[in-house]
Nanobody, 123 residues
Framework: QVQLVESGGGLVQAGGSLRLSCAAS????????IGWFRQAPGKEREFVAA????????IYPDSVKGRFTISRDNAKNTVYLQMNSLKPEDTAVYYC????????????????WGQGTQVTVSS
């Protein structure tokens, strides 16, 4: 059974940085893609970043490109989201998700989700 556990959220001032972690367990993820999404109150879940577990290609929407970086540590079975130059509009619950195959920016294509971690950026 796939388990994804996020951590690293918190309160930060605008312009600051946070690094989120997603610890994955339950199976071998070499053929999986991992994505980060976020959801603010009253808004739809929004794609933030994705990568293949076994590759180096990454994708980001324009809203975070150049500020956020997704990476992984295979030895720790952990995926990270480094968030720099944070803005108040980045405030949301952040989720990691996994799907078999290629990465996608659509939340509907991901089968496994973590419980989320709150990120709050103050102005």
């Amino acid at each position: 059974q796939v388990q994804l556990v996020e951590s690293g959220g918190g309160l930060v001032q605008a312009g600051g940085s946070l690094r989120l972690s997603c610890a994955a367990s339950g199976r071998t993820f070499s053929n999986y893609a991992i994505g980060w999404f976020r959801q603010a109150p009253g808004k739809e879940r929004e794609f933030v970043a994705a990568m293949l577990w076994s590759g180096n290609n990454t994708i980001y929407p324009d809203s975070v490109k150049g500020r956020f970086t997704i990476s992984r540590d295979n030895a720790k079975n952990t995926v990270y989201l480094q968030m720099n130059s944070l803005k108040p509009e980045d405030t949301a619950v952040y989720y990691c998700a996994a799907k078999w195959g290629v990465y996608s920016g659509s939340s509907r294509s991901y089968d496994h989700w973590g419980q989320g971690t709150q990120v709050t950026v103050s102005s």
